[in-house]
C-alpha cells in the first residue's frame, strides 16, 4: 500500500481548458504578444534612438491555411538558458522576470495555450546572439501525462536576424475549415482584429504581415478647436495621472461631426455609423477593449446616458501604463478588462465624468442649425493622446480628490437661444412616405427627413400666408 497520493497534473486539463475559454483570433494574438515583448526586452539592451517609435524595424509575419500556421519574428529570439528553464512550462515560475518591462502577460502560458488551441504538433525555432536550438512538440508528447520535458536541439539557423519561429502543424479540424480562404472569412476578420488591437504599435513602428499582406494602422482623431485655450470651442476632456502606480493617460471628446437626421434614421434602423464611437483601452500599448459602448466603460450608468445614436461622434481612449503587468486592470486573456480592479474602478469615474461633458453637449446641440455646422468648420483633428501637448500648462487643473493628477476640462459652447429650432420625429408606413414623396418630388425614393421637411415646409407657407 502506498504512502502517498498522486497530485501530478494532466496534460488534458491543460489541453482542454486552458483552450476552452480563448478564441482563436486571441489565441494568436497571445503569440503576437510574445513577439513584441521581445522588442520590449531589445530595446533595453539596445535603447532606440526615436523614442516616438520603439519599435521601428521589427516585425511579425503570419502565415497560416488548412495545413498550418507559421508566426516570425526579428525581435531578439529566445536565449539558450531561457528556454531550457522556462518558456515551455505551463506557467511563470519567476513573477519578477520582466519586472521592468511593460508587457502585458503575466502567466507564462499565451504560447503553449496559443499552440494547443490550434493544433497537436509544433517546432519553436529561435535564434539570439546567433545561436539557434529548435524544440519540437509531437501529437505523443501531448497525450504522455508522464513525460513534461522536451528535447532541445542545437541548430544552426542563419536568420538574418535574431528572432524565433513557430510552426504549427496537424491541425484541429475546426481550425483546418477556420484557415481555409474558400470555405471562411476568418482572415479578414482577423487582419481587422489586429488593426484594431495593435494600431499603437504599428504607429510607433512595429510591422505585422498577415498571409503577405501588411497591416496597416488606424489611430482615431478627436476634434480640436486652438480657440478652445482661453475661450468656448470643442476640444477633449483630458486627465493624466498616477493611480495606484500605474500611469494613466484619458481624452475624450468628437472624433467627426454631430451626426445628420439620415444618420439618426439609419442608426435606428440598425445601418452602422458608430464604428468608432465609444470607449477603446490600451494596456501597456495593447488594445484590450475596442470601442465598447456599454456599462463596462460607464454607459448607462451614474447619471451617465446609454448609448444611443445621438452620440455616435462621441470617443475615448484610456491608457494604462506600468512595468508590473500584475498591476494593470487587465483579464488573463489580454483582451478584456478587470470590473473590479480597485484601479480600474477608480478611472471609470473620470470616465464617466468625461462623457457626461460630452453627452450633455450633443443634447444641447440637437437641431441642425448653421450655427452648429459653422462651430464644426473650426475644428482640427488630431489623434487622440497627442492633443495633450497642446494644452498649456495654466489650463490644466489639480484633481484634489485622493487619486490626483491632473484634467482639463473644455469650455464647450451652448447655442445661441434667440429662437430655437426644435425636431419633429414621427413614424409612417414606408408605402406612404413613398406615395408623398412621389407627389412632391416625382421621386418615391427621397429620403424621410426631406420629406417631412417639404411636408412642414408646405403647411407653414399657407397658415403664414
Known sequence: MANTVSAFPAKRFFVEMLTRDIELQDAILDMLDNCVDGALRQNQVNVPQNIERPYEGRFAHIDFNKDGLTITDNCGGIPRDLAESYAFRMGRPDKERDAQIPTVGMYGIGMKRAIFKIGKASTVSS???????????DSAWMEDDQNWTLPIIERQLNFAANGTCITVTSLHDQISHLFSA???DFEETFRKSVTSNYSLIIE???SVVVNGREIESKMIGLMFDPETIGGEGIAPYLYQGNVNGVEVNLAIGLYRDLPSEEENEEEILGRNHKENAGWTVICNDRVVVYCDKTRLTGWG?????NYHSQFIAISGTVVFKSNDATQLPVTTTKRGIDGNSETYLIVKDIMRDGLRHFTSFTNKWKSHTPERKELQGKSLSIEALKISS????ASWSVVRKDFGGRRFVPALPSPTVENPEKQIRFSKRLSDIEVVAEFLFDDKKKSPGDVGEACFDTIFKRATK
Not at 127 to 137: K, L, R, S
Not at 301 to 305: N, Q
Open 301 to 305: 450608468e451614474a447619471g451617465v446616458p
Open 390 to 393: 497642446s494644452i498649456p500648462e
Open 127 to 137: 535564434q539570439h546572439n546567433g545561436a539557434g536550438f529548435a524544440v519540437e512538440i
Open 182 to 184: 474558400d470555405k471562411t
Open 204 to 206: 510607433k513602428g512595429f
